[in-house]
């Protein structure tokens, strides 16, 4: 199972300086194929600089979740250090 892409990402804006909100698409590949789902994402600062990332599916998805969402974690956290995020 391999994360693609993020597609269509866009921010929620939220009054809250260390919670950023973001709702797009995800491109996985798995099983020789591609399958496009909407997902929702937030990546949460504590106070020691540790960034959560919570993923919640809106469609569902016929892989195990755990891996799928263990990845997507992976991913996003590194596009928010290259800054690919809006």
């Given at each position: 199972?391999?994360?693609?892409?993020?597609?269509?990402?866009?921010?929620?804006?939220?009054?809250?300086?260390?919670?950023?909100?973001?709702?797009?698409?995800?491109?996985?590949?798995?099983?020789?194929?591609?399958?496009?789902?909407?997902?929702?994402?937030?990546?949460?600062?504590?106070?020691?600089?540790?960034?959560?990332?919570?993923?919640?599916?809106?469609?569902?998805?016929?892989?195990?979740?755990?891996?799928?969402?263990?990845?997507?974690?992976?991913?996003i956290l590194e596009m928010d250090r290259k800054g690919g995020l809006p």
């Amino acid at each position: 199972m391999k994360v693609l892409e993020i597609k269509n990402l866009t921010r929620k804006d939220l009054p809250i300086y260390y919670r950023r909100e973001f709702m797009g698409s995800v491109v996985l590949q798995y099983l020789n194929s591609n399958s496009e789902k909407r997902i929702d994402f937030s990546l949460e600062s504590n106070p020691f600089g540790h960034i959560e990332v919570k993923v919640n599916f809106l469609e569902d998805v016929d892989y195990p979740l755990v891996p799928i969402v263990k990845t997507l974690k992976e991913y996003i956290l590194e596009m928010d250090r290259k800054g690919g995020l809006p």
